[in-house]
C-alpha cells in the first residue's frame, strides 16, 4: 500500500487571553492510500484538531507550534495558501459532525453539491449535478433524481449527513476526515448512513481518518484505531487487536463504560398526579399531521425515555410540551393543570419549570456570547440574581457540569469541544431551577465516559431536587442506564410504552425488535453479519432502504 499522509511530531497550541496552551503533544500518524484510521478517546482529546491538522488548517485561536503533515509529499504546515486551496475540497475533503450546521440554508443541495467540481475544474456543472444525483443513489439517499433540489431544512438529519458524504466525494478525493458523522442519527439510520460510507470508501479505494466516541462504530468502520488522551498519543494498533487486547489502562477503561445503572424507582402510587401529561395530542406543521393521539404520563423524580427513528416524532413531541408547536388536537397538564399550548401564553414560573436541553449544540449557543452570558441569561431572568451573586450562581452551574469556572466562563462556544458545548447547554437548562428538563439527545455529542459523568450528574440531581426528566434519545444503551420508562415512537405514533424491565424483556413489538437488533456491537463483523441477516448480499444493496 502506498504512503498517502505521515504526520510527525505535530504540537499544536491554543490561544487563552494572551497565553499559548498545549493541545496537541507531539502526535504520530501514517496512513495509507484506501485505509481507514480511527481516532478514539474522550471530548477534549484533540480527535477533532488532529483532523482538521491532517488537512493543514487550524481554526481561529490554534496554531501548529512543531511537527510535519506530509500529503503525498507536499508538506501542509509550510504549504501557501493557494496549494491548500488546491487540494482542500478536491484532493482533501472533510465530513462536520453537524451538518445541519455546515450546509448553507439559503441555497439546495445540489447547488453546494456541485460548487467543488465547478471551482476545482474537475467537471462542469451539468455533468456535477448527474454524478451528484449517483451519489445520492449510491448513498441510498430517497428520491434521488429530486432530493438535491430541497433545501437543508427540507431533508432529515441522516438524509442530510449522507448528502454531506456525498458532496465530500464530488471530486473524487483521496483522503476524507469523518468527524463523528453518524452522531447525531438514530440507530436504523446509521446502519444506512455507516453501510455507506463504507462502501463509497471501498469503491473508490479513498483513505479516510474517522473520528468518533463511539467504540461500536469505530469497529465496523476501522482497519487501525488511535486512541488519544488529553493531545497525547496512549496506543495504535489493527482493529482486531485494539479490541480484543488493548495494552493500555486508560484504554481498557474506555472498553469497559456505560456501567452506571440508576436503580429502578418504585411505580407512583395510582392516584399520584403526573408531573407532565401527554393527553391525546395530535399536531401538524402547515396541514400535515405529523403527531396521532400521542399520549403519556411522567411522574415526579422518574425519567421517561422516548426512542424512535428519524422523524418519528419525539422530538415534535417536545417542542408540543415546551409550547413552541400548539398541537391541533389534545392538551398538555402540568401538576394536573392545562398549560395553555402557546408558550406566548404561558406565565414565567410556567415557562421556567420546564426547560430543554437541545440536540445540536452547535447550533444552540449564540456565537457571539460567552459562556458566562449564555449561562448567566437564564439565572438573571428567571432567579433575578445579577452582578456577583450572578456569577456565582453560573461558576457553581459550571462546576456542577465538570468545567472550571476560572477557564471557561470568558470562552465563547467556538473554543468549546462538542462535548463541552453540550454540557453548557445543560447548565442552561438547569439555570431556570425547573422541576421538569426535556433531555433531546443530551449525550449524543460526548464520549462515553463523560456521558456516563453526565448521566450520573443527571441522576444526582434528580434525586436531589425530585426533577422529571424525559429523555429523547437513539442510544439504547442511555435508555438502560437511566430511564424508568419508555415510550417507543413510529411515523408519529405511540407504538409501544411501559416499564424499562418490561420493555427491554421479549417478547417485543415488531418495531422495539427493529431498534434493539440496530445497537451496534463492538465486533468488527458485526455490520456486515447484520446486512446479511437482514438479506442484504453487499454492502450497497438497496435493500437496507427496507430496514
Given at each position: 500500500?502506498?504512503?498517502?499522509?505521515?504526520?510527525?511530531?505535530?504540537?499544536?497550541?491554543?490561544?487563552?487571553?494572551?497565553?499559548?496552551?498545549?493541545?496537541?503533544?507531539?502526535?504520530?500518524?501514517?496512513?495509507?492510500?484506501?485505509?481507514?484510521?480511527?481516532?478514539?478517546?474522550?471530548?477534549?482529546?484533540?480527535?477533532?484538531?488532529i483532523g482538521l491538522a491532517s488537512m493543514g488548517y487550524t481554526r481561529d485561536g490554534v496554531r501548529i507550534s512543531d511537527g510535519t503533515v506530509e500529503f503525498d509529499g507536499i508538506d501542509l504546515v509550510k504549504a501557501s495558501a493557494a496549494t491548500k486551496r488546491s487540494l482542500l475540497g478536491k484532493r482533501i475533503a472533510y465530513v462536520a459532525q453537524s451538518a445541519a450546521a455546515s450546509f448553507n440554508p439559503a441555497h439546495k443541495l445540489i447547488d453546494q453539491h456541485t460548487e467543488g467540481p465547478t471551482?476545482?475544474?474537475?467537471?462542469?456543472?451539468?455533468?456535477?449535478?448527474?454524478?451528484?444525483?449517483?451519489?445520492y443513489r449510491k448513498l441510498r439517499l430517497p428520491n434521488p433524481d429530486e432530493i438535491g433540489f430541497r433545501y437543508p431544512h427540507q431533508v432529515s438529519g441522516g438524509q442530510l449527513q449522507r448528502a454531506m458524504t456525498a458532496m465530500a466525494m464530488s471530486c473524487r478525493p483521496d483522503l476524507i476526515i469523518f468527524d463523528e458523522p453518524t452522531t447525531a442519527l438514530d440507530v436504523t439510520t446509521q446502519i444506512e448512513?455507516?453501510?455507506?460510507?463504507?462502501?463509497?470508501?471501498?469503491?473508490?479505494?479513498?483513505?479516510?481518518i474517522y473520528i468518533t466516541h463511539d467504540l461500536a462504530v469505530v469497529a465496523q468502520m476501522a482497519d487501525k484505531i488511535k486512541v488519544l488522551l488529553r493531545g497525547d498519543e496512549v496506543e495504535e494498533a489493527d482493529t482486531r487487536t485494539m479490541l480484543s487486547a488493548p495494552k493500555e489502562d486508560y484504554t481498557k477503561s474506555l472498553w469497559a463504560v456505560r456501567e452506571f445503572q440508576r436503580p429502578q424507582q418504585p411505580s407512583p402510587p395510582a392516584d399520584a398526579t403526573p408531573v407532565v401529561s401527554v393527553r391525546n395530542i395530535t399536531a401538524a406543521y402547515g396541514t400535515t399531521d405529523v403527531l396521532h393521539d400521542v399520549s403519556f404520563d411522567i411522574h415526579a423524580g422518574r425519567t421517561v425515555a422516548v426512542v424512535g427513528e428519524s422523524g418519528s416524532g419525539k422530538s415534535t413531541t417536545a417542542r408540543c410540551i415546551t409550547g413552541l408547536l400548539p398541537p391541533r388536537m389534545g392538551e398538555i397538564a402540568f401538576d394536573g393543570k392545562v398549560l395553555p399550548a402557546d408558550y406566548r401564553k404561558r406565565t414565567k414560573d410556567q415557562l421556567r419549570q420546564a426547560q430543554m436541553i437541545y440536540q445540536m449544540a452547535d447550533t444552540a449557543l449564540n456565537p457571539r456570547k460567552t459562556i458566562g452570558e449564555i449561562i448567566g441569561r437564564p439565572v438573571q431572568f428567571y432567579g433575578g440574581l445579577t452582578g456577583a451573586k450572578r456569577r456565582e450562581r453560573v461558576n457553581e452551574l459550571l462546576d456542577q457540569i465538570e468545567l472550571e469556572p476560572s477557564q471557561y466562563y470568558n470562552r465563547l462556544p467556538s473554543e468549546l469541544s462538542g462535548g463541552?458545548?453540550?454540557?453548557?447547554?445543560?447548565?442552561?437548562?438547569?439555570?431556570?431551577?425547573?422541576?421538569?428538563?426535556?433531555?433531546?439527545?443530551?449525550?449524543?455529542?460526548?464520549?462515553?465516559?463523560?456521558?456516563?459523568?453526565?448521566?450520573?450528574?443527571?441522576?444526582?440531581?434528580?434525586?436531589?431536587?425530585?426533577?422529571?426528566y424525559m429523555f429523547i434519545t437513539h442510544d439504547l444503551a442511555t435508555v438502560k442506564s437511566i430511564a424508568d420508562e419508555v415510550v417507543v415512537m413510529k411515523d408519529g405514533k405511540v407504538v409501544e410504552q411501559g416499564p424499562k424491565t418490561e420493555m427491554f424483556t421479549p417478547p417485543h413489538h415488531a418495531y422495539t425488535d427493529l431498534l434493539l437488533s440496530s445497537v451496534p456491537e463492538m465486533d468488527p463483523d458485526w455490520l456486515s453479519d447484520l446486512l446479511k441477516e437482514r438479506g442484504v448480499d453487499n454492502i450497497g444493496d438497496a435493500a437496507v432502504d427496507k430496514m
Open positions: 500500500m502506498s504512503r498517502l499522509l505521515t504526520i510527525k511530531g505535530l504540537k499544536i497550541e491554543g490561544r487563552s487571553d494572551e497565553t499559548w496552551n498545549p493541545i496537541i503533544n507531539g502526535v504520530d500518524l501514517e496512513l495509507n492510500k484506501g485505509e481507514v484510521l480511527g481516532l478514539i478517546g474522550e471530548s477534549g482529546a484533540g480527535k477533532s484538531t471551482q476545482h475544474n474537475v467537471a462542469g456543472r451539468s455533468e456535477s449535478v448527474q454524478d451528484g444525483i449517483e451519489l448512513v455507516l453501510a455507506a460510507i463504507r462502501e463509497i470508501v471501498e469503491e473508490f479505494d479513498t483513505a479516510a463541552q458545548k453540550q454540557r453548557v447547554g445543560i447548565a442552561r437548562a438547569l439555570a431556570a431551577d425547573p422541576k421538569f428538563i426535556i433531555c433531546d439527545e443530551v449525550t449524543s455529542a460526548l464520549d462515553q465516559l463523560v456521558a456516563e459523568g453526565i448521566l450520573r450528574l443527571l441522576a444526582d440531581l434528580q434525586d436531589n431536587l425530585g426533577l422529571s
